[in-house]
């Protein structure tokens, strides 16, 4: 098995940034694909930001964003200390939503994963709420 917890949601302002990190324990997290997805209430859960395994071998291909966040977010990965963060600019109050930390373990090399199913590992949630 593999346990994500996610951690660093809370208040922001409209404009704000905000950084989130997810730890990860057990599996082998340097192959394992990573993603954001986020769930606002009565929404379904959709689709943030994904990484590879191995992003610096892809350079940009390594990562994918959704278009509403594009341009405001940053998905990054220290495999040395099983992390994966995602750091949100100029946040607006449609990103407010629980934030959720996905795992995909196996991956294959340079596959990034957009899907929900596609994923079999998932943390608990952080909260984001952004005022206006």
């Known amino acids: 098995q593999v346990l994500l917890v996610e951690s660093g949601g809370g208040l922001v302002q409209a404009g704000g940034s905000l950084r989130l990190s997810c730890a990860a324990s057990?599996?082998?997290?340097?192959?394992?694909?990573m993603g954001w997805f986020r769930q606002a209430p009565g929404k379904e859960r959709e689709f943030v930001a994904a990484?590879?395994?191995?992003?610096?071998?892809?350079?940009?291909?390594?990562?994918r964003y959704a278009d509403s966040v594009k341009g405001r977010c940053t998905i990054s990965r220290d495999n040395a200390k099983n992390t994966v963060s995602l750091e949100m600019n100029a946040l607006k109050p449609e990103d407010t939503a629980v934030y959720y930390c996905?795992?995909?373990?196996?991956?294959?090399?340079?596959?990034?994963?957009?899907?929900?199913?596609?994923?079999?590992?998932w943390g608990q949630g952080a909260q984001v709420t952004v005022s206006s």
């Open positions: 996905a795992a995909r373990l196996p991956s294959t090399s340079g596959m990034l994963y957009l899907r929900t199913n596609e994923y079999g590992f």
């Open positions: 057990g599996g082998t997290f340097s192959r394992a694909a």
């Open positions: 990484i590879t395994w191995a992003p610096s071998a892809w350079g940009s291909l390594g990562t």
